[in-house]
């Protein structure tokens, strides 16, 4: 699929831009702090409903404007188009449409436009904490599987509730209690097997992707740990009462899912150096693409930000060589500082490609 035309206003500091795209690479190039990022973040917004930058949609909306309002012409894979539009007044709820009818739920939207996009900040995918590692499973999974989302709400309200009986005061009642592990295990033991066949089919393209990149002689790779590996769900959640009771929450479960990352023999974030990290990173990124690709029936769109930094001049040529692969992946954008810089590259590749410069929020 490819995202043939794009246009913003109001969105974070982009006063307006009406562009038309490539179907090969995309390349916005302009200083830090200019809007180059807001642009691929409200590309992200068409596909996801929310920015990847902002917690909440007053923060996406331009400083004294009312509103922010997002549109992008796509080319499906069926040779037909789709308009999808997005729009948040500063008072007001945010509206999705596509083809100019409103979604009444924005997860109906999610998978529609598959999208890979990696950042600067996708560092906290190794260095942060578990949470961020299964919200990256949820992300992928989501975009393929919409019942999926589903069970990850409704186990989530199961959890909440677990939680506030185990904080009362007063004994609460176990007839209560079950009911909401029952709910736990049941959505939980749905979820953990999609994440273990998540983490079964991204691995061995992960595994191709890094060497790849990086070449030969570094060994890496990814493991999936769960407490569902350890038996049935609603019996470690029988038995982890009192324990629970104690510590006021919930301490087994699907929310304590792990995604192992690891250099040799030991854990990325603790071994990997900067470009190591980086390369992890843009490896695991291309995998989910990959797998996005074979689950959706369609070629997401790929946004890479910031993607030159920490890594040597071999390992760059070695990502956009994977990236211009028309056979393997489809429409691209990519962010960088210097023009000469990206139009040396690119040169050398073969490819269709079209450069847009950011200034101050405009695209000149």
């Known amino acids: 699929m490819q995202l043939e035309h794009l246009f913003v206003q109001d969105y974070r500091n982009v006063i307006q831009a009406d562009m038309d795209f490539s179907s090969g690479l995309n390349c916005f190039v302009g200083q830090n702090g200019m809007g180059k990022t807001n642009l691929l973040d409200a590309i992200y917004c068409l596909s996801f409903c929310r920015s990847s930058l902002s917690q909440t949609d007053a923060m996406t909306i331009r400083h004294g404007a009312g509103c922010f309002q997002l549109s992008g012409t796509y080319l499906m894979p069926d040779g037909g188009r789709t308009l999808v539009g997005c729009m948040s007044r500063a008072k007001g709820r945010k509206q999705m449409t596509r083809d100019r009818k409103e979604y009444q739920r924005f997860s109906d939207h999610i998978g529609y436009i598959p999208l890979v996009m990696m950042t600067p900040l996708d560092t906290e995918l190794i260095l942060g904490g578990s949470e961020i590692r299964r919200r990256f499973m949820d992300m992928v999974i989501s975009q393929y599987d919409r019942d999926y989302l589903h069970r990850l709400i409704a186990y989530g309200k199961a959890l909440q509730q677990r939680n506030a009986l185990l904080k009362m005061e007063t004994e609460p009642d176990p007839e209560m209690l ?131 930094d920490r890594l040597d001049s071999r390992r760059v040529e070695n990502i956009l060589n994977l990236v211009s692969d028309r056979n393997l992946f489809g429409q691209v954008f990519i962010t960088d500082v ?6 040396s590259i690119l040169g050398g590749l073969g490819c269709e490609c079209r450069t847009f410069t950011v200034e101050n929020g405009a695209v000149v």
């Open 178 to 308: 079950l009911m909401w592990e029952q709910t736990m295990a049941e959505n939980g033991r749905v979820i953990f097997d999609r994440r273990q066949n998540l983490a079964e089919r991204i691995t061995p393209l992960f595994d191709g992707l890094y060497p790849a990149i990086a070449g030969r002689g570094e060994h890496v790779s990814i493991s999936y740990v769960s407490h569902c590996q350890r038996g049935d769900l609603l019996e470690q959640l029988k038995e982890s009462r009192s324990r629970d009771r104690a510590a006021g929450l919930s301490l087994c479960g699907i929310h304590k899912d792990e995604l192992e990352m690891r250099l040799g023999d030991y854990l990325v974030r603790r071994e990997g150096s900067q470009g190591q990290n980086k390369t992890y990173l843009t490896a695991l990124m291309l995998a989910q693409y990959r797998l996005l690709s074979d689950m959706c029936g369609k070629k997401p769109l790929l946004l890479l930000d910031d993607i030159f």
């Open 338 to 343: 210097d023009r000469n810089h990206i139009d």
